[in-house]
């Protein structure tokens, strides 16, 4: 498999013996791999749903504008900020169509492979959240719900639009770190606002930590996958 294709890593964090119950797809950031939350994933327990499959994307190596044309990981290029902050920003909308449907295939994967849709969860930090809540948004199967980590909403003109109805009510945990350097926090609170404004049910966290991940965020996300999973069954 080429640096261009997607590759799937799975079964790192516990591949279940038995067929699983439930699925948590996670992607990753900008530069980093289908390895970055394989540690994330092990510190879960959900012994209490019963078995479930992490499956773990890598993303394509693609230039990214934003890093001076640098070929990295990447769900989909990135620009540089305007400098008039009243205009829009710039998005890589054929990166990111290209991105959902390569996520929306690993969900159709898993539902092939016997696992429900209302049982699979998407998961993703900073890019990979991006990529969650375009795809999860739109899918036109229910989910059990979105995990968003410390990243926005993409495209986010289009979404009340192209949202799916059977995600209308999908549960969502968005959290983003108070002090985040990378993707501030008033980018994670505008995509609050705007799923609020849209009716979805939104989990709202945030952390005094920067663009990261910290062991309170891991215990509520647990906390929070146990009861959407839970309501799922």
């Not at 190596?61 to 829009?88: E, H, K």
């Not at 993707?183 to 609170?189: A, D, F, H, T």
């Amino acid at each position: 498999m080429s640096d261009n294709e997607l590759q799937i890593l799975e079964g790192v964090a516990g591949e279940p013996g038995a067929q699983p119950v439930a699925s948590v797809i996670v992607l990753h950031g900008l530069g980093a791999d289908g390895n970055d939350f394989v540690p994330i994933a092990q510190a879960f327990d959900l012994s209490a749903i019963g078995p479930v499959r992490f499956v773990f994307p890598t993303a394509p190596v693609r230039p990214v504008t934003l890093n001076g044309g640098y070929a990295m990981r990447a769900w989909f290029d990135i620009f540089p900020p305007s400098p008039d902050p009243s205009q829009p920003r710039r998005e890589d909308e054929p990166g990111l169509r290209a991105s959902q449907r390569q996520v929306q295939a690993l969900i159709d994967r898993e539902v092939a492979r016997g696992v429900p849709a209302q049982r699979i969860v998407l998961m993703g930090f900073s890019q990979g959240c991006a990529m969650t809540l375009l795809t999860g948004l739109r899918a036109p199967q229910r989910l059990a719900g979105l995990v968003a980590l410390s990243g926005y909403l993409p495209l986010p003109g289009t979404t009340a639009a192209e949202r799916s109805a059977a995600n209308a009510q999908v549960p969502v945990f968005l959290a983003h770190g108070e002090d985040d350097e990378i993707v501030v926090l008033p980018r994670g609170e505008a995509a609050r606002d705007t799923l609020q404004a849209l009716g979805h049910a939104v989990d709202w966290h945030t952390y005094p930590m920067g663009h990261s991940v910290c062991p309170e965020e891991v215990a509520d996300i647990n906390r929070w996958l146990l009861r959407v999973l839970a309501a799922a069954a």
